[in-house]
């Protein structure tokens, strides 16, 4: 990142220039002489030189000391002017080191100008520095020095176009694995956004770039539905374009869509991506520096990748949909035979889920025991009617029946190889042993009860209590309070009856969006 050099900038306010949206960015260049006419010389032979289109900014220093605070802090300096004999004979033969070898800087031109050629001849110079030229101050005339700085610029900005392909294709390396790991949509796009954002701020240390707003949408019903944003646009997620935005960006959206490409313009880039099934996404990227030609290529490749993980995402993401479905489809075909709700199954899911994060599960996991505890009693489709909805109290023997519907759970999930369903069969076989290791089906107690079923015996018997059943009427939060204290120890881990206890608005919210009609 840039810093400001003090003194030694030829400009006394360039913090003022850096707040000010430039169309070109100057090429600067770095005097190092002790001679403060070669300054003023260079400086008037140089007025109102330009190389494509962009002016010379000028850095003056009056030996290797001060230009190393120079160098030290700016590193687009795109060619030093370097005087040999300074404050020792060989001070421009050491700072030219100091430039290659000390700050590792091979992008930089170097040119010697001496006056005493003599004390440095060129061929050992060249063959031993790594130098670009070699100059004596007295063949140098203005015509040469202009024609001199038309080959460097050239040559600097030729490597610096090199570099900047080859980080930005580092970049685009990484950011295309970050963003296939993604796991559901919405981070995904989020994922995308950043890595975009990062890939555009390759040249970020220059003096003239200014915050980058963006967002990615999905298009829904001719309007786009905010999946991810950042910046200025950051309060918008879950929101619509047309409600959200001003017209004139919802038009470009349209315009990239209508046109099904990517728009790139002077303070906003738009990428456009379509799957094979028809989605469409847009990214919106809001930045105030030109869009050179390197930039375009590199981003249209990493938006080419971008594409595919989008239509790998949405298949990974339907796939799943159409999993939790056929789950929650199984889950409410237990609970009709029951004459329960199916919506029973989606509450214990969802506060399954919020307990699960609440105690400090990764996102992954907490998903997966949301996607699998309405499993948790698919072992009772071999319970009898007759048992399974007996209006009163169970007889010994039909008890000792229905205990059996976990072990016959686990063993119908067991075989499976999918990790949702290894999450399910955990949960039918534990949810029902208890902390102080009276439960079934095989008397476990305290940790060698499974997390996972921990999590749902809780949710299950909360929600049961708060429902009304074929057997009860729904009890009322502070009966349902004292109950999970009573059982606090007993029944359930005392850690999860405390994250109940401590985030029950929210859990007995969950309940109320998910209320039987």
């Not at 930089?108 to 004390?119: A, F, K, M």
């Not at 339907?318 to 889950?331: A, D, P």
């Not at 009573?486 to 007995?508: A, M, N, S, T, Y």
Request: with cysteine; glycine share 4%.
């Amino acid at each position: 990142m840039q810093k400001s050099a003090g003194i030694f900038a030829d400009s006394s306010d360039r913090k003022n220039e850096e707040s000010t949206v430039a169309p070109y960015r100057p090429w600067n260049i770095l005097i190092v002489d002790d001679e403060e006419q070669v300054h003023a010389v260079t400086k008037l032979v140089l007025t109102g030189y330009k190389f494509e289109g962009r002016p010379l900014h000028f850095f003056h220093a009056y030996s290797a000391k001060d230009a190393k605070k120079i160098l030290d802090n700016w590193n687009d300096i795109a060619l030093v002017l370097l005087d040999v004999v300074m404050e020792s004979d060989q001070a421009g033969l050491k700072l030219a080191k100091y430039i290659r070898q000390d700050l590792n800087n091979k992008l930089t031109r170097i040119v010697l100008r001496t006056g005493q050629p003599g004390q440095a001849p060129e061929e050992s110079v060249i063959a031993e520095y790594d130098i670009n030229d070699y100059k004596d101050k007295t063949e140098l005339t203005a015509t040469k020095l202009r024609t001199l700085l038309y080959s460097v610029l050239r040559s600097y900005r030729d490597i610096v176009a090199l570099d900047e392909n080859r980080k930005g294709l580092e970049l685009i390396i990484d950011s295309s694995a970050k963003i296939y790991e993604i796991q559901s949509l919405q981070k995904f796009t989020s994922a995308v956004l950043i890595q975009l954002i990062a890939l555009i701020g390759l040249n970020e240390d220059s003096a003239y770039m200014q915050p980058i707003s963006g967002f990615a949408t999905e298009n829904e019903n001719n309007d786009y539905r905010i999946l991810s944003a950042t910046g200025k646009y950051s309060t918008f997620i879950d929101d619509t374009a047309r409600k959200k935005l001003p017209q004139e960006v919802c038009d470009k959206l349209d315009e990239a869509r209508t046109q099904k490409k990517n728009i790139f313009c002077s303070e906003y880039y738009i990428f456009y991506f379509m799957t094979a099934h028809g989605k469409e996404n847009l990214l919106y990227v809001s930045h105030y520096r030109v869009v050179e030609e390197v930039d375009q290529c590199l981003l249209e490749i990493f938006s080419s990748n971008a594409g595919i993980a989008f239509e790998n995402a949405y298949f990974k993401q339907e796939r799943e949909e159409t999993q939790q479905e056929i789950v929650y489809l199984l889950g409410e075909a237990v609970e009709t035979r029951s004459e329960e709700t199916g919506n029973h199954v989606k509450r214990v899911a969802k506060i399954s889920e919020y307990l699960a994060l609440k105690l400090g599960l990764t996102e992954e996991r907490a998903a997966r025991v949301k996607a699998a505890s309405p499993l948790h009693d698919l072992g009772k489709i071999a319970i009898p009617d007759s048992i399974l909805n007996k209006n009163g109290k169970l007889l010994p023997d039909e008890w000792e029946v229905m205990k059996t519907h976990a072990a016959v759970g686990y063993n119908m999930l067991k075989k499976s190889k999918h990790l949702t369903l290894e999450y399910a069969a955990i949960i039918a076989h534990e949810h029902h042993e208890r902390w102080d290791g009276s439960g079934y089906p095989r008397g476990l107690s305290g940790d060698d009860i499974h997390i996972y079923g921990r999590i749902t015996a809780v949710a299950d018997v909360f929600d049961a209590l708060n429902s009304i059943r074929c057997y009860k009427p729904a009890w009322p939060i502070d009966k349902i309070e004292q109950y999970f204290s009573d059982e606090r120890g007993k029944h359930f881990d005392p850690k999860i009856v405390d994250v109940l206890f401590e985030f029950l608005p929210e859990i007995i919210g969950i309940c109320n969006q998910l209320r039987d009609s």
